[in-house]
């Protein structure tokens, strides 16, 4: 079953500009997210590739993998949200940055769990600044806002259910 998730998420991946995200890490994540037993397959959408979650005949969620870009280098994130659309995890997959890697430290990455498109999502209120990580922290917020809008755009156009 890892094998055949790994072979979805290669043509999930592929697209990526940098095409430096290991199938293995995304895989990782996803499962980590939506809990051991997850199928993964991928939509080909207008706002580049989803990931659908389903457990048996139950769907989970959806996740999208983004690059952002940083002060000088592009940092990898994947969102996945419920079936609702409220955010479930934040993951930092690549951060190639010589400075501001605690955006991937989960008590950051927590502050996003549970918003939607409807929330603020934006650096000073609600979610925190880091000391020394402002251009990631911002660049990160911003992937994750428009990782939002595009499967809410994606919800109301009726390709995801």
Known sequence: MRSAILLLLLSVVAP???????PAKVTASVVRV???????????TSRGPILRAVRGDTLLGFATVREVRGKDQPIT???????????????????????????????????????????????????????????????????????LDDLATLRRAGTLP
């Open 77 to 147: 994130i994947l969102v996945a949200v419920d079936r609702s659309g409220r955010i479930l995890d934040v993951d930092i997959l690549i951060y190639r940055e010589s400075y501001g890697g605690e955006v991937a430290y989960e008590s950051w990455r927590r502050q996003f769990r549970g918003r939607t498109v409807a929330d603020s999502i934006r650096i000073g209120r609600p979610i925190r600044n880091i000391s020394g990580a402002t251009i990631s922290t911002h660049a990160v917020t911003l992937g994750v806002r428009a990782a």
């Open 16 to 22: 990526l500009r940098a095409q430096t995200v290991a």
């Open 34 to 44: 939506f809990g051991p037993g997850v199928r993964v397959d991928t939509l080909v």
